[in-house]
């Protein structure tokens, strides 16, 4: 007996085999991005006549969250480690609701937002609590900006700061071109370069007469943790395709007990 394996991403499995009637196989697969997955497999006997495809099973890839924040407490600055430095400054950083402000509030009831000041010049920071990046293979950061770059006398920096560094990677007037009016828009950043150290990310608000910055749904993911320590990630889950006896051709396959075992490598079900 062989058997092909369809893991709804576009690969396959190609013919394995052969094995014998009634044994029970198994086959790994990893999937890198996340969504829905509708596997399937069928059988060929020696004579080269296939079986129909078993019936798909759906496969839920999600990837595993480092740190999540909406703003939702309502708070400033958000508890689990946040930070704020506004120095001097008279436009610290804020939360601002939907019901005030509709346009200014990405998802949920509340976004940070910082207003630039005027006059006097700005460094205001909103700062992570520190993440352990020692056990991860894959890091991407994402969140929703709320600016524009029409008003270039300030701008917004991402930074990357850990032991013995601090990297901007994001400078807004540098490296983006936002015409008003004001609007979200997601930002994306790959962090693997900081991979096996633990850092914190600063947004810093710096310079005068530069535009307002509105800040919601941060998220930082490990989409690809093989993980040692990620506990999420830990668990090998298992389900079965099972064949049930066919007649294919002028052969009979008998695989009333063929199972066929698919294993997620270091991603979530």
């Keep these: 007996m062989y058997y092909w394996f369809d893991w709804g ?26 969504g829905e997955y509708n596997v399937k497999a069928k059988a060929k006997d020696t004579h080269d006549e296939e079986s129909s495809w078993s019936p798909s099973l759906e496969v ?24 704020t430095d506004d120095g001097n400054s008279q ?40 993440l352990d990046l020692t056990d991860c293979s894959g890091v991407d950061l994402e969140f929703w900006a709320y600016s524009t770059t029409f008003f270039d006398g300030g ?12 990297d901007i990677i994001w400078d807004m007037i540098r490296d983006e071109d936002w015409p008003l009016p004001y609007e979200y828009r997601k930002m994306t950043f790959d962090l693997n370069g900081y991979i096996g150290k633990t850092i914190r990310i600063g947004w810093q608000l ?10 919601d749904d941060i998220t930082i993911t490990n989409p690809k943790d093989g993980g040692s320590n990620q506990q999420q990630n830990q ?31 270091g991603v979530n079900k």
């Design 9 to 34: 991403d576009g690969s396959n499995s190609g013919w394995i085999g052969s094995y014998a009637s009634g044994e029970t196989i198994s086959k790994s697969h990893s999937w890198s991005e996340e």
């Design 60 to 83: 839920t890839i999600s990837k595993h969250i480092l740190l999540t924040e909406g703003f939702e407490y309502g708070v400033m600055p958000p508890p689990g480690g946040w930070y």
């Design 91 to 130: 436009s610290p950083w804020v939360i601002v609701s939907k019901d005030d402000f509709p346009s200014a509030v990405h998802s949920g009831d509340y976004a940070a937002h910082i207003h630039s000041e005027y006059g006097s010049s700005s460094n205001n920071w909103l700062i992570s609590p520190e």
């Design 155 to 166: 701008t917004i920096k991402l930074h990357i700061m850990g032991d013995g560094f601090d």
């Design 206 to 215: 710096v310079g005068k007469n530069g535009p307002d910055f509105g800040l």
């Design 235 to 265: 668990q090998v889950q298992q389900s079965k395709i099972i064949f049930q006896e066919t007649n294919v051709g002028m052969s009979t396959v008998s695989t009333q007990k063929m199972s066929s075992t698919k294993q997620l490598e």
